[in-house]
């Protein structure tokens, strides 16, 4: 089976022949990333360390998105939008509301969590046991949701 790595750099030699420009960008950036994993250090460079590294460059695209269309600059907002498809490609698909909520609530059952002061607690055990595969964002909200919050 391929790694992310492998299938990032076969992406990028087929883009480079196709000449799409805006694909081989973003895809480059990806690959930028992915060298800078394996030069920090911090272990090998595995999916899972590649996946919270597009995750990370996903979020970067959000907030640059909303910051072009505040200041008006459709254009590069579009561009940042581009780019999200392509790290979509790449993502594991996270999970949907419903399995989330049953992991929530498991989570908080473990944690021992008993309102909203202590949703850090349920949030960590959530993390530890489906980080690569729950949305933090709902999540959070499902959480809030569940211990009164």
Known sequence: MATLV??????????MLAKDAPR?????????AFIELAKDGKGEVTDERC????????????DSV???E?????DLADVERAEMVIIDALLPQLADEATTLVWVREAITESG???????????????????????G?????????????
């Open 6 to 15: 492998d299938t990032v750099s076969s992406q990028l030699k087929t883009s």
């Open 24 to 32: 081989t960008g973003a895809l480059r950036m990806i690959r930028a």
């Open 51 to 62: 996946v919270e590294t597009l995750r990370r460059l996903r979020k970067q695209r959000e």
């Open 66 to 68: 909303q910051s072009y």
């Open 70 to 74: 505040q200041a008006g600059r459709a």
């Open 113 to 135: 969590a008993q309102n909203a002061r202590e949703m850090g607690k349920a949030m960590g055990a959530l993390m530890k046991a489906h980080k690569a595969d729950v949305d």
């Open 137 to 149: 964002g709902l999540a959070r909200r499902l959480l809030t949701s569940e211990l009164g919050g």
